[in-house]
């Protein structure tokens, strides 16, 4: 069982592989992304993962065999576990829990040669829509605190495997950064009785010059305060703290103008990778009105975050304004979508 | 002139650099270090860099030639500037000051062959009273509060000169984490009536299981709560909240602990690109009696820090008690020091 520990200074937990810890050989510097081979994640290998969790299916077709669309399958080698009390306890100075949680894929398509913005428009619909089931589903359990969905593209952007694919890890606590964003515009909700990020929609949509693309339910664009350059978030005109309770109408938005945010990213940068994080409000039974969910998705672009990760101290070495310029100029070819 | 910005949620305050924005061309993905050609570090270049502000010199050696043996000049891309006044002010939503700082490079040794391991103890003493002598120095400028300290050693680390070198960087501002600390450690002492570092230093001792290295003042050890697999932290046993206050005595000791550290993380893990962050307390006229300064060496061996940057939740591949048993079994060959 891995585990949960808690840093008497700042505060963060972090999890500690206990079930597979790595020996100093088993870190290869530069390891590239496996290519060629056998692929896990594509159609026909079903039995190489573990037991699928959900999927969507042309017609029919049984679990575990060809025929799905988008699939979510356990993690083969999970940062947390499902089974088991959550044992929360004190050893000497430390915090300690046991590592309970789930830890799953989310395979966006069938087609090992696709991403995102290869996708049409109605495939990134499914994604999304796995994105919130699988939220809906695992917030029963009352474990459980928070939900994290992610996406990790390229190799010096962590991904291990090359099949397109996001990441599910569900937590029995929230997240330092989450938790510093909830208590952040909670004070500013109580000071000016309003939430920071509409506050901001608004400025963005006012100001204009860090905009990249909107649509009907969707802004996106490169923040005042971008930590990376070319930083660009996506987030809801519709103020609502969870996304669970996304109306479908917006989710065909938000594959739009996620799929298109991708498109000019790569076009701009040249395929560069990129981590998207989903952000959403912890596990909770009502809506907060101090709290906005939103994406948002960072191009590591320069090897720079090592010291900026030490010192929370970070370096934007293209201002948000010129990165939005750049990215709204991006000449897109006649779209699939 | 850089800007700096925060961000209105979570009070991050981050450098965005007008000076040199990157173009999307500039961003060369997994960008090798420059290798071979002239070394602007390197002895007889020195016109290559900008002027001196400080150096060890073998005799009467005049600034800007060759005879020294650790050098002080200005970043040539400085993130921030040292000239003109601070000003900070509202724009909208949003918190914004002029860019002014020091941006500081301190070159380790003329010897382009050799990095901290290959150096003679009274060597790497003499960097270690570079990075107290330029502190100090330092200090003097009223518009500054906080001095950072870092050095990143391999390209996935950040570093994109191979010459062995640390950097400065002088700001107006606290950096995030170190505020941080500096909250959560004075909750601790508020509490306790105790530093937690000193605790955590007990606590250490007495668990035995992940020390590295230690000496009279100082113990190396793998923290119960490691962020990144092999994560290192130098700790001195006397409590000081500044690093600036650090006896003669006791810098001896710190090269030596330091350069054991490194070589061990060398010889145990291949030469594994690292960042090295000094944690002192602000500029202030007083010690605290709630901080502790000291040295965090985290090796970057996977690329997993992407999505982890955006949610603050980290995933430690080697628990610390395994890292550091490998550590301490490393056999080190016959020591120049």
Redesign the interface.
Known sequence: MP?L??????????????D?????KD?V??RPIKKGGLCPFCVGNESMTPTEIDAHREGATPPNTPGWLTRVIPNKFP?LRIEGELDKRGL???DLSNGIGAHEVIIETPDHQKEIPDLLDHEVERVMWMYRNRSVDLRGDSRLRYI?I?K?Y??????SLEHAHS?L?A?PII???????LV??SQ?YEYRDRC??C??LQ?EL??RDRLVVQNKHYVAFA?????F??ETWILPRTHRSDFCHIEPEEVIDLARILRETLLRLRL???D??Y?L?LHSGPIEKEERPDYHWHI?I?P????????E????????????E?AAG?LRNVQLVASAG
Do not use: C, M
């Open positions: 585990e520990r808690r840093e008497p200074i700042t505060g963060r937990w972090v999890i500690v592989d206990t597979h810890p790595k020996h100093p870190f510097v530069d940062a000497g100075l430390f994290l992610f990790n390229g190799r010096s952007a962590g991904a990441q890890i937590l997240p330092k950064r989450v938790n510093e964003e952040g515009s500013y920071v990020f506050d901001i400025q006012h100001d923040p005042y305060v971008s930590s350059a070319f701009a940068l040249g560069p990778p981590n994080i948002e960072t590591k672009l320069t090897g720079l975050a090592g010291f990760w030490g010192s929370g101290f970070y370096i934007a070495s293209t201002p948000p010129l750049y």
